[in-house]
């Protein structure tokens, strides 16, 4: 990879005595990436290398209670939305294309729905929760509520019951090679802020974005691997259902980690949505 690429990690106070941590890599049209429960914004690696070097600007934005932010609490939707707002308004930035992964494709998308930002001009949905995580009457889709409370409470009890239950899901396949599930699991789950993570997956329970979405008019990108076991290839139709001026782009394998295994034709769909 090029790395000659102008290149930043800082944080950003969106309160006071409240930084965020953030990457902010290249110059051109900024693309503006969320990462999901529990990560930080290093999850985007390999995809701010390849906006950069294709002359975007790259900014990922670490939640709180997430990554490296230090002071983890009971944080809602609308909160890390407002994150969202002050960052991009203190960055100055337009014509944005923000891009929410897993979790933070929840954040992007309520985002959009509350504040209609014009300063944003494209969402990308990678491997998203949207509409809704939960099965309902008259929503199949999902897991189910009691799915969901035994998963949040493994994560009461105890830290290793997070990697207990996230360590299968997060290993590549077999044919990614070991040395790529060593640097995930060795750099980036360690350091995810414990207390934050446990107290996430409520908000899964609560979130309805159904009755939201048909505001969201600007051109959506949705990107979903068939085979995800975390959050089921069917939540990703019914987002592509709700949001009128959306595509659907289908991976065939890579669970929710697709991005990672197949980074390449990611890299190449997320690039073809900027440009078009």
Request: net charge negative; glycine share 8%.
């Amino acid at each position: 990879m090029n790395t000659s690429i102008d290149s930043d990690e800082r944080y950003i106070e969106v309160e006071p005595g409240v930084k965020l941590h953030i990457t902010d890599k290249g110059r051109g049209k900024a693309l503006v990436l969320i990462p999901g429960l529990p990560l930080s914004d290093l999850i985007f690696k390999y995809t701010y290398d390849m906006l950069a070097e294709n002359g975007y600007r790259a900014i990922g934005i670490t939640l709180r209670g997430f990554g490296q932010f230090e002071s983890p609490d009971n944080y809602d939707v609308e909160l890390h939305a407002r994150d969202i707002n002050k960052i991009l308004r203190i960055l100055r930035l337009e014509e944005v294309v923000l891009c929410g992964y897993s979790f933070g494709g929840v954040i992007a998308a309520y985002y959009l729905s509350r504040y209609r930002p014009s300063r944003v001009s494209k969402l990308a949905l990678i491997s998203s929760n949207v509409p809704l995580y939960i099965r309902h009457g008259d929503y199949p889709y999902g897991l189910s509520v009691n799915e969901l409370n035994r998963l949040i409470k493994s994560f009461e009890k105890d830290q290793g019951s997070i990697e207990d239950v996230f360590g299968p899901i997060l290993q590549p396949s077999k044919e990614a090679g070991k040395s790529q599930a060593d640097h995930w699991l060795n750099n980036i789950l360690p350091e995810t802020a414990e207390k934050g993570f446990k107290q996430r997956p409520g908000l899964l329970r609560e979130i309805e974005l159904r009755p939201l979405l048909s505001s969201i008019d600007i051109p959506t990108l949705i990107m979903h691997s068939k085979d995800d076991s975390v959050i089921p290839f069917t939540i990703a139709e019914q987002a592509h259902e709700w949001i009128s001026n959306s595509q659907l782009v289908v991976f065939e394998t890579g669970g929710q980690w697709y991005f990672l295994l197949a980074y390449e034709r990611f890299n190449a769909e997320l690039l073809q949505f900027a440009k078009q």
